[in-house]
Nanobody, 121 residues
Framework: VQLQASGGGLVQAGGCLRL?????????????MGWFRQAPGKEREFVAT????????YYADSVKGRFTNSRDNAKNTMYLLMNNLKPEDTADYYC???????????????WGQGTEVTVSS
């Protein structure tokens, strides 16, 4: 499956952004999906995951309560609504697809290109 992430940009601290991840296949609903991010000089880290039908989500502690992960299988699209953004949220954000519902980067076989998020203080 091919994934296309979009929606990044420059925002002030306290602001919000919504990222989208669109899949190329109608089999999108066969996959559990995740968001990861990578800041300059740091390793790629888990942000959020959502199961195949959107009924279950899990978040990294650093974003819990601020980010909301959702999906619309009819549109082959996943979303990440990011509220109350902080400078430490600055990173390239990647969406990924997996056959497993997992927080582990290694379980994700398909990756989109990153979309850059910059939060100014």
């Amino acid at each position: 499956v091919q994934l296309q992430a979009s929606g990044g940009g420059l925002v002030q601290a306290g602001g919000c952004l919504r990222l989208s991840c669109t899949a190329s296949e109608r089999t999108f609903s066969n996959y559990h999906m995740g968001w990861f991010r990578q800041a300059p000089g740091k390793e790629r880290e888990f942000v959020a995951t959502i199961n195949w039908n959107g009924g279950s989500t899990y978040y990294a502690d650093s974003v819990k309560g601020r980010f909301t992960n959702s999906r619309d299988n009819a549109k082959n699209t996943m979303y990440l609504l990011m509220n109350n953004l902080k400078p430490e949220d600055t990173a390239d954000y990647y969406c990924a697809a997996s056959r497993l519902y997992s927080r582990s980067r290694a379980e994700y076989a398909y990756w989109g290109q990153g979309t850059e998020v910059t939060v100014s203080s």
